[in-house]
Every structure is written in structure tokens, then in C-alpha cells.
């Protein structure tokens, strides 16, 4: 059962009524009697006594006999909440989608597959027998679900065996047969891993991707691989449009029928009908966005997840968990394969490979040499001394020209612009001076050319803005947005199209005739053949960022979008920043691995994450100290802050070496307790290694 309440993170004991026996097997959600309330909770195991010595109470309902909650499921919900200091409660809630009783009355279509004939029957159980059963922590509010333990035995979901054929499946899990290395022979240990897939070994590797790369392709071979050696896959995805491309790339190498995509915007008949088919066996690969990373699959032998940095894989509900880490955690639980891969790398994975866990997997530099197209910098000393004005154009003349000439090719031009919108900051005209909101001190923007000055924050209207400081009523562009961008460029390029992709309206791919395609990162769409030119304005908005992640986010961005034009010399990329940036020449060399290597060198010697682990702890200040001060932190932690929070709150910092992450997860998920148990008024976030520390 599920409250949310961390000094009711644990199992408990009921007895089994003889009329549910039959329906209640560990994994099915059930009712319960709690506090007085009937409560939603999961039925975790079967035993024939308990050793609780007080009375227990019954079994009020068994809501459905599908055991959705697989043991292995359980087994990794448990250690994520360990992990992230959370209740296992909360986990379950993200693990399993909400039921859908029509869904589960379907039709199944399936029989017995002759391994599970030769299977014994589990012996009945006297019906006149009441057996305990134990249910997860207990809810004191409706629909809360159930956390606990489950022991591995007392499943009694259906199997399907490596051989056999699935039901809805186009044939055999191991039908695939030997798999075609294909694009992975340009990286010198490409195919060893696709080997060592189908031999059912569990390899470990950390891929950086060549520009150009048909990364959706090279995860389907690697499935593909891992399904002939008789296993199931979990493959997570940044969101919907890279969805989309596994999706069809799946089902040409595997076939219909063979995988299941999860995603939370599928709604709730179908996600949950995508969920049953792998609960139910009766697929052995599952891909989707973050909601795919608890995905129930038997045998797994591989978790794949591309651009582990994006900010999409944290998941926003407590105990906020990153869906590479929670990977990482089946790999060591199933003894499975693991696949981290992206054009850019994180400090994360770095790590992986610097401590012996995962194996990279590069190009040699002949081959990117090959691959990549023709870098430039405007902010060097030879741009500079051809074009003085390269230190502040927001279009200098180097990237001007790139683009034109790459429409006279009759080529597209994909321009990224960090910020959506119009105008998303504005100035006084005079002397500079932000333009704010007088009603909540706001920064205002101008959301079209005849537009009104609005607040950002609060909406309201700034119609008769003064500036305050000198009473200047002229506004300026302090940043320009997309469309504002995309405005100028079509004044620059008459008679060529302009297309937009962004937040309102985010394109999948466009033609490969003449084009400027302005678009926000993430929304790059893929061009017929590629781009002829990929310009990168205003970087300063990336690298100027207060954020520990700022050059390593800045340098993904860059690769996702550089990755899309063709090789030199049909392709050139010019990035409006200085040269001399360590995340320019990292994109300048396409040499991801070398930057996260460094990135992560500074953390160690600063003391950030990935080097060390550290908790976040957000709230009203005398809550925040009230925690700390319950909390029984290792002795080597250190407590760091206070730093100003959102909304008035303020947030502590915890950091202890990684060696004592489980002390402080405990010790922080004990004092929550506490300050649960007595009802404490203010709530207090806990977070573990969060994606943003300031």
C-alpha cells in the first residue's frame, strides 16, 4: 500500500480468506483494511504462517488476478528507492501503470506453450487453509498502491521460453538468427558487441556516435542480437519522435509484433495493453520514453538508453529517479547487458567506462575525419581579424556565408536557436536596464513584432512600461527567440522557405531542397540527404548558464545538431562562440570523450557528482534544519549551503563519497520518517544526485 509517508515503508502481514485463495497470488493489487480505511495495496508473497504475534486482520478484496507486479519488478522498485532515499511506494507508482479494467477482460489468444506444459502444477491450497500474505506499506489515502519485497518463488505469472513462439509474436524469440554487424563495423569493437549479444553474454559499453549515425538502426541490431541469444531487451528513449524512429527501425529488423512501445502519452488503454504483453510474456522487447524503464521483460539480457543527457530521462515525481540509473540497476540485478549511448557523453558515463564497468565503443579518428563535416568557430583569431564584427554579430559574416552558399547548392540550412519565442527578454532602449514586471519583478517579452510587452511569470500586460531607472519608454531585444530569428532570416533569404521547429509544432524530418529550418534544440528535424550548412547562435546562452552541467548540455546540443549535416565538404557547421572553449574544441574535433573525461576530472577535484554522491534538501528553512538535525549522516558527510530555493525556500547540500551513498540515502529516509510520524506541517524534498544543485 501506498501513503507516501517514509515511517510506512514496509510490508504487511494479512490473512488470506478461504474464498481468495485462488485469486490471491503475490503481484495482484488488492484491498485492505489500514488505519481504519480500505486502501489499494499489492499482495507481495505467500506464506504458510507469519511471525507476527499480534492479530492480523483479513483480506478485504482481491480488485484483480492479473499479477501485474513482477518479482524481479519488485526486487528493482525496492533498490531504487533505497537508492534515491524514497519509499518503495513511490516507486511502484511509476513502475506500474494505472489499471485498466477492459483492457485486462480482452481476449487473450494465447495457449500453453509446450514448456509450460511439462510444467507441474503448483499444488492447490486447502481451501479450507487461511495462509498470511504480505502487502505492501500501508495507505491511509484512496487510490495509494503497495510496496515491499517479493520473493522470486511465489510468482505465478505465465512464462514464455526462449524457442517458443509468443503470442502475437511474428515467430520464435530466438528465431532472429545471426544478425548482420552492419553500421557497427565502423567502430573497431562494434561487432564483438553484437557477438557477445548473441552468445547471451551480458557486455557492458558506452557507444559514441559517428555524425550521420542511423542510431535507431544500430539499437535495433543490437536487439536484434539479443533476442537470438534467447533474451529480452529494454531499450528508453529521450521522447515521442525518437520513439518513433526505434519504433519502425524494430519492427524492419525483428518484424510486426515482436516489441511493444511504452510511453506515458500512448494514454491509458493502450499503455497499459503494451504493459500486459510484456507482463504476459508474450513480447520480449520493450522500447518508450522514461515510463519504459521499470518495463516487466523475462530473460533480459540487454537495457539500452540513447542520450542518457537528456533531461527528459529524469523522472519529476518523488523519489525522482534517472532512468539510466535505474537501467544500471537492472543490468546488476539481471546480470544483463547494458548499452549507453549518444553523440555526446556524459560525466556519468565516463565514469562508467574509467572505473572498467562498460567498454567504449568509437569510431578510429580516420573514421570520424571521414564522417564529420567542416567545423568552425566565429569567435577565433583569423575569423576575427577577417571580421571584426564577428565578436558581437549575432550573424556574423562567416555563418552568412556558409548558409548561402549552401542554398545555392539547393541544400537546407538548419539554424538552432537556444530560446522559443519572439523577443523572450527585453531592454530599455536607453541605458539597458532589463525590462521587468512591476507586479511580480518578472522579466518581460514581446511576443510578436506589434505585440504588447507581457510578463513571463505572471502573464500580466505591461502596456505603459517606463523603465525605472531612467524613464525611457523604447525597448530592445535583450535575447531573440525562434521566431524572431527565423523573421530575420527570411529578410535575409528572400524567396527561400522558412520553416520553424519548436514547443508549438515540432517537425520530424523535411525535404532536402533549399530550405532555412530554424528550430530549438531537441526539435532538429532530420533533412532528406542532410543539411548543407547547421549554424549555432547565440552559444552564450549555453555556456553562460548557472549550472554545473552547462558545457557538457551545451556540447550535446551541438553534436545532436552537427550530427545532422553531411561530411565535408558538402556540410559545414559554423558555432558562433569562441574557439578556445573546451566545449568548441570538443565539437570542433567531434571528440565527445575526451570533454567528458575532463568535465569529470574537475568534479573529482571539486567534489561534484558523478565523483561523489550528493542529496539535495529543499524546503522552509527551519524544516530543512529540522531534518538535518534528526538525520544520522555518515560521518564523513558534509553539509553544504543554505542556498536560496524557488518560491522563498531554501536547499542544503549533502555530499559524501560514493563509497557511503547507501549511509546517507538510509539516514536521510530515516529522518523523513520521523518528521512523518509526528506529523510535521512543512514537507521537505529529498533528492539524491539531482540533475540541477543551484
Known sequence: MDVGLAHLDRPFDYLVPAELDEAAVPGTRVKVRFAGQLVDGW?????????????????????????????????????????????????????????????????????????????????????????????GPGAVRPESTASATVRPESTASA??????????????????????????????????????????????????????????????????????????????????????????????????????????????????????????????????????????VERLGLVAIWDDGDDLHSEPRSPYPHARDVLLTRVQLAEAGALVGGYARTAEAQLLVETGWAREVVADRATVRARIPAIAPTGDDP??????????????????????????????????????????????????????????????????????????????????????????????????????????????????????????????????????????????????????????LDSWALLTRADLRAGEEALRRWLAAAALARPAPAGRVVVVADGALAPVQALLRWDAAWFAGRELAERRELGFPPAVRMASVTGPAEAVADLLAAARLPTDAEVLGPVPAEEGRERMLVRVPRSRAAALAEALHSAAGARAARKAADPVRLQVDPLSLF
Do not use: N
Not at 533505497?82 to 483492457?103: E, F, K, Q
Not at 515482436?258 to 494514454?267: F, P, Q, T
Not at 530560446?419 to 517579452?445: D, F, V
Open 383 to 536: 575569423q576575427l581579424a577577417r571580421d571584426p564584427g564577428a565578436a558581437t554579430a549575432r550573424l556574423p559574416s562567416l555563418a552568412w556565408t556558409a548558409a548561402r552558399d549552401a542554398l545555392r547548392q539547393d541544400l537546407p540550412v538548419l539554424v538552432q536557436v537556444p530560446r522559443r519565442g519572439y523577443l523572450p527578454s527585453i531592454s530599455c532602449a536607453e541605458c539597458r536596464t532589463p525590462a521587468r514586471c512591476a507586479h511580480c519583478s518578472g522579466p518581460l517579452a514581446l511576443p510578436s513584432a506589434g505585440g504588447t510587452p507581457a510578463c513571463r511569470w505572471c502573464a500580466r500586460v505591461a502596456a505603459a512600461y517606463a523603465c525605472p531607472q531612467c524613464g525611457g519608454r523604447r525597448l530592445r531585444a535583450a535575447v531573440t527567440g525562434a521566431r524572431r530569428t527565423a523573421e530575420e532570416l527570411g529578410r535575409a533569404f528572400p524567396g527561400v522557405p522558412v520553416r520553424t521547429s519548436g514547443r508549438e509544432e515540432v517537425l520530424t524530418d523535411v525535404p532536402g531542397g533549399a530550405a532555412l529550418v530554424v528550430t530549438t534544440p531537441g526539435a532538429e528535424p532530420v533533412a532528406a540527404g542532410g543539411y548543407g550548412a547547421v549554424l549555432l
Open 43 to 135: 499482495l507481495l508473497s505467500r506464506a504458510e504462517d507469519s511471525g507476527h504475534t499480534g492479530r492480523l486482520a483479513y483480506l478485504e478484496k482481491v480488485v484483480s488476478p492479473e499479477p501485474v507486479l513482477a518479482p524481479e519488478i519488485a526486487r528493482l522498485a525496492r533498490a531504487v528507492a533505497d537508492r534515491y532515499a524514497g519509499s518503495l511506494a513511490d516507486v511502484l507508482r511509476l513502475a506500474v501503470p494505472p489499471r485498466h479494467a477492459r483492457v485486462e477482460k480482452e481476449p487473450r489468444g494465447d495457449q500453453p506453450t509446450p514448456a509450460d506444459a511439462d510444467t507441474p502444477a503448483a499444488p492447490a491450497d486447502d481451501p479450507t487453509t487461511v495462509r498470511p500474505a504480505t502487502v
Open 159 to 296: 512464462a514464455v521460453r526462449p524457442g517458443t513462439v509468443a503470442p502475437g509474436a511474428a515467430g520464435p524469440v530466438g528465431a532472429v538468427g545471426a544478425v548482420d554487424p552492419r553500421g557497427w563495423r565502423d567502430y573497431p569493437t562494434g561487432p564483438a558487441l553484437l557477438r557477445a549479444l548473441t552468445d547471451g553474454r551480458a557486455p557492458r559499453a558506452v557507444w559514441s556516435a559517428l555524425p550521420g549515425e542511423d542510431w535507431a538502426a544500430r539499437y535495433a541490431d543490437a536487439v536484434a542480437a539479443t533476442v537470438a541469444g534467447g533474451r529480452g531487451a529494454v531499450v528508453v528513449v529521450p521522447d515521442a519522435r525518437d520513439l518513433d524512429r526505434l519504433d519502425a527501425a524494430l519492427t524492419g529488423v525483428l518484424g510486426p509484433g515482436r516489441h511493444v512501445s511504452l510511453s506515458a502519452a500512448l494514454g491509458p488503454a493502450r499503455r497499459y495493453r503494451a504493459f500486459l504483453a510484456a507482463r504476459r510474456g508474450q513480447v520480449s522487447v520493450v522500447i518508450g520514453t522514461r515510463a519504459a524503464m521499470f518495463a516487466p
